[in-house]
């Protein structure tokens, strides 16, 4: 079955340092999504991607945040300058349709950013 | 703001006995729900899904109910087996006229034992 692809499985990274994760979203899908967990908490919603511009972002997804599709294969996420409260892991998903009866997100096995 | 509420943070449960894992949601514009699996060191697997203009949805094992008045829906996993150990979400999400990406909860952690 084909999969969301996510690299590093971890990535440690000073504060204020430059992270990007990446992902290689399934290959026909359209709709291309960040999502991340801090530990103990829900999973949040970033960011959603459509037609090579953002479709939707939540209040998490400040100036500190960007994402690109590069290369028509790659989805990134870039975070400028870490701050503690980034650890989290961060999932990429992907559909190929808009959320509705009968779609549903394919998630990546996720990125596990510690910000020290 | 939780709009999607997964209060049991863990559940023990017997091989072979029924599991069930609750979701209440805030939202009354929440149309279709979503339930995900994960296992450590991989990502969420969808698992069964429901509309609301149902209350109930079966797949093999796994069957979801929805109780619209009350606000919540309900996961069912008969029997339960050692595989079935893993995190739970629940997603919902609002097709209908407003933003579709779904709002997760935090999860609740299900363990089967032998």
């Known amino acids: 079955e084909p999969e969301v692809t996510q690299t590093p499985s971890h990535q440690v990274t000073q504060m204020g340092q430059e992270v990007i994760l990446r992902c290689v979203p399934i290959?026909?899908?359209?709709?291309f999504y960040w999502y991340r967990q801090i530990l103990g908490q829900k999973v949040e919603f970033l960011v959603s991607?459509?037609?090579?511009?953002?479709?939707?972002k939540s209040e998490i997804f400040d100036d500190q945040f960007s994402v690109e599709r590069p290369d028509g294969s790659n989805f990134t996420l870039k975070i400028r300058s870490t701050k503690l409260e980034d650890s989290a892991m961060y999932f990429c998903a992907s559909s190929w349709d808009r959320i509705a009866t009968n779609e549903k997100l394919f998630f990546g096995s996720g990125t596990q950013l510690s910000v020290l | 703001d939780q709009q999607v509420k997964q209060n049991s943070p863990s559940l023990s449960v017997q091989e072979g006995r029924i599991s069930i894992l609750n979701c209440d949601y805030t939202n009354s514009m929440f149309d279709y729900f979503l339930w995900y699996k994960k296992y450590p060191a991989e990502g969420p697997t969808f698992l069964i899904s429901i509309s609301s203009i149902k209350d109930k949805n079966e797949d093999g094992r796994f069957t979801v109910f929805l109780n619209k008045s009350a606000k919540h829906l309900s996961l069912h996993i008969v029997p339960s087996q050692p595989g079935d150990s893993a995190v739970y979400f629940c997603a919902a999400s609002r097709t209908a006229g407003g933003s579709y990406i779904p709002t997760f909860g935090r999860g609740t952690s299900l363990i089967v034992h032998p």
């Open positions: 991607f459509y037609n090579n511009e953002i479709s939707e």
């Open positions: 290959s026909n899908h359209l709709y």
